[in-house]
């Protein structure tokens, strides 16, 4: 697994840089040159890979193909990330090149998370992936919101730390192991209560994680403080991210023990859809909604979760390649807008028709209608649940709000298409912004199309 080593000293390199390179456009063009090496080792890890898992570093990580599938589609995400709002990130403060570590540095603990085979590896790469956020969400140092979002991101993510640990430990009082396939209370009669408490505690702790209601309190003020960004980028890879840990961990250790915890991630899904939807219909900030709307996603995303078969493995990386795609493309958008507010949107098929084709394809996904990424997303996440069984009430009741997902996702649309207004840009729109906004909108339309061109031989 020479993508975590290389993330690491990647980011370490990124922080010489910004001693020595004192030009911010410099800075960025050295960063993608370097996540672009990085997406290459991730090439080099699935080409040499080995059809049976490899377990590394005494069997602490168990490397498999998918585990590989996925880092190397999220550091193309992060890539492309890069490529869209790179410019706007060195508008950010001074210190642009450690903005970029801390982007490698997130990404090797995402690596861990995707990877890990022991609850103590899990532990550190959810530390890993989370501490830089903090500082990048801080990292406007002139905007009190900003302030604000950093400290109450930290100050939530050490209380989910906590819980985590707690139930960390609870397991291990229980099994005497940290490692997620020795779990000796599967074989028991009957399930340890001090297992099943350790069960719920690190279930608290990943909801807060995925912003999953009601753990999700922290996610619209911190996503609307942090500066636009940072926020697409936590908001996408680093969700996916923690989703996959939560997969892994429940699937392969628990996935037996289904019917002790399927019943409450079902609730917590279905609460996750209602206050997601609901609330961002009532958002007038563009950003807040795709905060709340974030929350939303994530109630999608649970239904990989809670359907334990090889179709949410799949709709799982899925969802994460089509989310990430169209929001970062979003906000490479909303970057450029100088009023958030719905208004500040009006008329601009008119004065940017490109720019506003795009957001309507980056909307579009979101919203989930066919021939786009985000409908294939949520088809097999559903197709995940359907087969799972037991579960249809659940289904039934995603798919109506998705339909009231559309309302707030059109609202933009009819704002662009059908209000007169003279919406103002902060930023130019270049010919290099359209052709990479193009780009996305092409991966978005493949991935509604061909999906499985993105699931290699999953």
Request: aromatic fraction near 14%; include cysteine; charged fraction near 10%.
């Amino acid at each position: 697994m020479k993508a975590i080593i290389a993330a690491t000293i990647l980011g370490i390199v990124m922080m010489f840089a910004g001693l020595f390179v004192k030009e911010k456009k410099s800075v960025v063009t050295i960063a993608t040159l370097l996540l672009l090496v990085l997406f290459g080792v991730n090439i080099y890890d699935i080409s040499f890979a080995e059809n049976a898992p490899q377990s590394l570093f005494n069997n602490l990580l168990r490397v498999d193909s998918y585990a590989l599938w996925f880092n190397m589609m999220m550091t193309g995400c992060t890539f492309l990330y890069v490529l869209l709002l790179g410019k706007h990130i060195r508008q950010v403060g001074n210190h642009v090149a450690e903005y970029f570590a801390l982007i490698f540095f997130i990404l090797c603990g995402i690596y861990l998370i995707s990877t890990y085979n022991n609850l103590l590896m899990l532990f550190i790469g959810i530390e890993i992936m989370s501490i830089p956020q903090y500082i990048l969400a801080g990292s406007d140092k002139q905007n009190m919101k900003s302030n604000e979002a950093s400290l109450k991101y930290f100050l939530m993510g050490a209380f989910t730390t906590g819980i985590l640990l707690m139930g960390i430990t609870l397991l291990y009082g229980a099994t005497g192991t940290f490692y997620i396939t020795n779990f000796t209370f599967l074989q028991t009669a009957s399930l340890n209560p001090l297992a099943l408490a350790g069960i719920l505690f690190i279930l608290v702790a990943f909801a807060f994680k995925i912003s999953a209601a009601p753990m999700h309190l922290w996610t619209p003020d911190v996503y609307d403080g942090s500066p636009a960004p940072f926020t697409a980028f936590m908001a996408t890879v680093v969700k996916a991210g923690a989703f996959v840990g939560f997969l892994r961990l429940f699937h392969i250790s628990f996935g037996t023990l289904g019917e002790h915890w399927m019943l409450v991630v079902a609730i917590i899904t279905a609460a996750t859809l209602l206050v997601g939807n609901i609330t961002a219909v009532y958002q007038q900030s563009v950003k807040r909604m795709l905060a709340y709307s974030s929350i939303a996603q994530a109630g999608f995303m649970l239904f990989a979760v809670v359907s334990v078969n090889a179709t949410a493995w799949q709709g799982m990386i899925i969802y994460a390649i089509a989310y990430s795609v169209a929001t970062i493309g979003m906000f490479s958008v909303l970057v450029k807008m100088k009023d958030y507010t719905y208004d500040g949107f009006n008329g601009l098929a008119k004065k940017q028709p490109a720019l506003a084709f795009f957001t309507t394809i980056f909307l579009l996904s979101l919203a989930g209608i066919p021939l786009t990424g985000g409908f294939m997303a949520k088809y097999f996440v559903l197709t995940a649940a359907v087969e799972q069984g037991n579960l249809m009430w659940l289904v039934i009741f995603a798919l109506l709000m998705a339909a009231v997902s559309v309302y707030y996702y059109f609202r933009v649309i009819m704002a662009m298409y059908f209000k007169t207004g003279d919406a103002e840009l902060r930023a130019e729109v270049t010919s290099t912004d359209r052709l990479l906004m193009g780009i996305t909108c092409v991966i978005i339309i493949l991935l509604g199309v061909v999906p499985h061109l993105f699931m290699g031989n999953l």
